[in-house]
């Protein structure tokens, strides 16, 4: 569930390659919080900007994307 280790009482980091509605990053913090975790932000490659910043906020967790998917196609 986490690298290094015990994470009770300790900030975790999310990192996760691409996050469209943030489901799996919900269900994987709803595991590490009830271990004792303290989440508050995820950062990934690609945001595809389909509701993962709002639904990640509506469980404090802020989303730093590297790239947006409007950014990519913008480009492309």
């Known amino acids: 569930l986490a690298e290094g280790g015990e994470v009770a009482g300790k900030k975790v980091l999310v990192v996760e390659d691409v ?5 799996q990053i919900l269900l994987s913090a709803a595991e590490l919080r009830a271990l004792g975790a303290e989440i508050t932000d995820v950062v990934c490659v690609i945001d595809r900007e389909s509701g993962g910043v709002e639904n990640l906020a509506k469980e404090g967790m802020r989303l730093h994307a590297l790239f947006k ?3 990519l ?4």
């Open 19 to 23: 996050v469209t509605s943030g489901g």
């Open 69 to 71: 998917m409007s950014e």
């Open 73 to 76: 196609m913008e480009f492309a």
